[in-house]
């Protein structure tokens, strides 16, 4: 096997020589249809407005307090009972990671410098050490190893536990040098330790704080959370013994919590907050204000209807397959999403490594979707119900959608539960399919896996016990267990390409469009990433004086 | 009076008690699962944890079990704890009341500083231009949405005018003067709200006072009219206003909700909102019961002031 893995570890060793430390500023000025010079994410058509002050030639000064208005809270600031998936804008700055997703999600530098693929189930990492937390509890590698354990404990009640299932055990060979060995091939192994479960801390903390410790997180990462008012504020400082001198250059963060998306873009305007997330009814004031650097680019989420297949009519693929191709999804993006964001052409986006560029979004046929429903024995249309939550978003593209598919004689009636209720009727098999869209993740395996292989925690036909999957379904698990089975990004991808031609030609999700993620600042803010998962990494910004 | 006020205080303890078993039993005939709520639809947990989660927060106990721990525990003063945040919830509380009660009260203030002269005035001035003006602001006030009241309050005064910051919150005893710009714009929005039925009684009250025969007595005395207004007829139309004033006061608890989610204030609103959402049971069951509190000592206090303003109602026997 050695000829095969000297070039994975070469590969790897590669990437671990880019440290995402200090962050590059996005030259999105440069953009247009072609990809920066790997200092940011890939255009898609709508980066064309993208606006950024930066220049190239700016250092970085330090000082000051950046002002960040965000919708909500986090669920929490612990790494493993946390749960939200806007936890990371804050858990980014107080914690620090094994290694980092960079913006493209390929692993960078974290607390680990250096890292080898030893062999399939064995991966060693060289860490830096001799640096402290913010409550001064020196690091010792041995964090690493309790990390992991933590999540992996019942007692924890990690929600990162499943992430980390296929780690064996943690070994701590010197003060500089960890091994993790797995049960089984992981190859989304340095995606899930650039996430939440790879937020290195001490027990030290952890056990004085007990349940606390999600309220008052200590880390070791550029800032420091000093308050946390639920509803109101979260003011983060910077740590002042961060073990990289001169690093952060904010003196602090202050994020107000404004639940109202045209509000949060009021204060933008009038210069009360330097930052927020641009709603989309908000675009295009965004784009034309003076006064606002605007900044948007690919997100790893996807619209969709969920589709249970294990529920009739839409056990048979061809029911699928007619409602997929009587759908005019060029009229949803238009309508719904006002033309930002792209056709979906599978569940990767161009955010991803998967992203298959010569895969087409699938196309309006009305007399296609005609004969598949004939042929699936539906010569006179079909009928069921159509869970949605509803919304400013959702309750028109229900109706559009409705109206769409009655053109071809599915018949489908509209029933609005709250989020909470559709959640649990659509898990208890009260209904075929759930219009709900899916945020995506950093490796296409946790993607892919949990939505569409037949076990996957978020496909909602592994809760129904009765469900035997179909010849074709066997095939795509299999697919896709395969690909999770090699540490080859080149191999998986051309994997993760015919997986994704599967799953959109025998619709196994109905998918409409792929998310875009925008942000709106103040002229003075310097030095924004965009990453591809969309979560903000506040303490790589800087303010111009 | 002190029997009369031990009485009403022990006469609120049923409707506490029925109101939390109301809202306990209406929140878990909800469809949904606090357990599903609190994990969202994109976590994937294992079985074991999901169970453990469940049996931690009780929720493998029968409803009745459920609802008298709960009661057993809120008779020592301990409300339980937010099933999201794991805050106990009389700390949520202590920290919400007091923004809301600045919001309410505020807002009372302003609705009532509106609609009180607006209502003699238009009353005074009847079937003038000021009259038909006075209920057109007044209806007005009714007739918006207050969240979108809100917005062109922030598009106005923020955004175009940039005299007042568009949201957030500051506590009096902090700054008191950053307080009050913070302050305005939510409080007009939610007192303008109020205006429409208290200038509307008001006017009604003060013209049916004004038509009575002490004013007529007053006026041939040779009284001033404003003396006449103010003094007289003013403080004998003021009953059925205070009735109305009552049930606002109990009820701007209600409309802090929306008004707190557009300003960003994070007071009770807030919190009912968030806990709903989520089937935060304790915390719903504490933000009800503190409304429902709410109400009571807002319409105690009506009565007593009826005695204040009327020296024939006595309270007592």
New interface residues.
């Given amino acids: 096997m050695g000829k095969h893995h000297f070039s994975r570890r070469r590969a790897l060793r590669g990437l671990a020589g880019g440290a995402a430390f200090g962050s590059i500023a996005w030259l999105a000025a440069c953009g247009g249809g072609s990809e920066s010079d790997g200092q940011g994410a890939a255009a898609t058509p709508g980066t064309a407005d993208t606006r950024v002050t930066q220049t190239a030639s700016e250092a970085p000064t330090s000082g000051g307090t950046l002002r960040v208005a965000l919708d909500g809270d986090p669920t929490g600031l612990d790494p493993s009972t946390s749960r939200g998936g806007n936890d990371h804008h804050w858990l980014y700055s107080i914690f620090e990671n094994v290694v980092n997703n960079d913006p493209k999600f390929q692993p960078a530098a974290g607390i680990a410098e250096q890292w080898e693929v030893v062999n399939d189930l064995t991966i060693a990492f060289t860490v830096s050490n001799g640096f402290t937390y913010h409550d001064g509890t020196p690091f010792k590698t041995e964090d690493i190893k309790y990390t992991i354990e933590r999540h992996q404990d019942p007692a924890t009640k990690s929600y990162a536990a499943g992430q980390v299932n296929s780690i064996e055990r943690v070994e701590v060979v010197d003060p500089k040098r960890v091994v993790f060995h797995l049960k089984a091939i992981t190859a989304s192994l340095f995606a899930i330790l650039g996430d939440r479960a790879g937020m290195i801390f001490s027990p030290t903390p952890v056990t004085q704080a007990g349940e606390g410790f999600t309220n008052r997180p200590i880390g070791s990462g550029p800032m420091k959370l000093d308050s946390w008012a639920t509803d109101a504020s979260l003011h983060m400082s910077k740590f002042a013994n961060y073990r990289k001198a001169g690093y952060p250059y904010l003196d602090a963060i202050d994020v107000q919590i404004v639940p109202n998306s045209s509000v949060q873009f009021a204060n933008l305007r009038t210069g009360n907050t330097d930052l927020i997330f641009v709603g989309q009814k908000d675009v295009s004031a965004a784009k034309q204000d003076s006064a606002v650097q605007f900044v948007q680019w690919p997100g790893t989420g996807y619209t969709q209807v969920n589709i249970n297949i294990s529920q009739p009519p839409l056990t048979d693929m061809r029911v699928r397959q007619a409602m997929s191709a009587a759908l005019n999804r060029k009229a949803i993006l238009q309508a719904i999403y006002f033309n930002e964001g792209e056709l979906a052409n599978g569940p990767m986006t161009r955010a991803s490594w998967a992203f298959d560029e010569s895969l087409k979004p699938i196309e309006e046929d009305l007399k296609k979707a005609k004969d598949l429903l004939t042929a699936a024995g539906h010569p006179d249309g079909v009928s069921f119900d159509f869970l949605i939550t509803p919304g400013e978003e959702n309750t028109p593209l229900a109706e559009m959608l409705k109206s769409q598919w009655a053109r071809v004689g599915i018949n489908v009636t509209i029933v609005a539960l709250s989020a909470e209720a559709a959640g649990a009727e659509y898990r208890a098999q009260k209904f075929p399919m759930f219009l709900t869209g899916f945020s995506g993740r950093a490796d296409p395996d946790l993607t892919i896996y949990e939505n569409f292989h037949s076990k996957g925690g978020f496909n909602r036909a592994s809760f129904n016990t009765a469900y035997t999957p179909e010849p074709s379904q066997v095939d795509l698990d299999a697919k896709i267990v395969k690909a999770r089975q090699t540490y080859d990004q080149a191999e998986r991808k051309t994997m993760y390409d015919d997986i994704q031609r599967q799953i959109m030609e025998n619709a196994h999700g109905i998918l409409f469009t792929h998310n875009t993620n925008r942000v709106g600042m103040t002229k003075q803010v310097r030095g924004f990433t965009p990453y591809g998962d969309g979560k903000l990494r506040l303490h790589e910004l800087w303010l111009a004086s | 009076m002190t029997g009369y006020l031990i009485r009403r205080l022990l006469n609120a303890i049923p409707v506490l008690l029925l109101v939390s078993i109301a809202v306990f039993s209406l929140t878990n005939l909800?469809?949904?699962?606090p357990v599903?709520?609190?994990?969202?639809?994109?976590?994937?947990?294992?079985p074991?944890?999901e169970e453990?989660?469940r049996e931690?927060l009780g929720l493998n106990d029968p409803l009745p079990v459920q609802y008298l721990t709960w009661l057993t525990n809120a008779l020592r003063g301990d409300l339980g704890e937010s099933i999201?945040?794991?805050?106990p919830v009389v700390d949520?509380l202590r920290?919400r009341l007091p923004v809301t009660l600045q919001l309410a009260l505020a807002a009372w203030l302003i609705g009532v500083a509106i609609s009180l002269p607006l209502g003699v005035i238009a009353a005074v001035k009847r079937n003038s231009w000021i009259d038909h003006a006075a209920t057109v602001v007044a209806l007005s006030g009714v007739a918006m949405p207050s969240f979108w009241m809100g917005?062109m309050f922030?598009?106005i005064f923020?955004?175009w005018m940039?005299v007042l910051?568009?949201?957030?919150?500051v506590n009096l005893w902090d700054d008191p003067m950053q307080s009050l710009r913070y302050l305005i714009l939510p409080a007009v929005t939610l007192g303008l709200h109020m205006t429409g039925s208290l200038t509307r009684q008001t006017r009604s009250s003060m013209l049916e006072v004004l038509n009575q025969d002490f004013v007529r007595t007053a006026r041939s005395k040779g009284l001033k009219e404003r003396r006449i207004i103010v003094l007289h007829a003013m403080r004998n139309a003021m009953l059925p206003v205070l009735t109305v004033l009552g049930i606002q006061a109990g009820g701007l608890v209600g409309g802090t909700v929306v008004i707190e989610?557009?300003?960003?204030i994070?007071g009770m609103g807030?919190?009912a909102v968030?806990s709903v959402?989520?089937?935060d049971i304790p915390v719903i069951q504490g933000v009800v019961l503190l409304a429902a509190a709410a109400v009571l000592i807002a319409n105690l206090l009506t009565d007593l002031l009826y005695g204040v303003l009327d020296p024939r109602i006595r309270y007592g026997r």
Avoid: C, K, M, Y
Avoid at chain 2, 30 to 33: A, E, T
Avoid at chain 2, 84 to 87: P, S, Y
Avoid at chain 2, 261 to 264: M, N, R, Y
């Fill in positions: 909800l469809s949904g699962d599903h709520a609190l994990l969202g639809e994109e976590v994937v947990i294992t074991e944890v453990q989660l931690d999201q945040t794991h805050q949520a920290e917005l922030i598009l923020a955004v940039n910051p568009p949201s957030g919150f989610q557009v300003f960003a994070p807030r919190l968030s959402f989520a089937q």
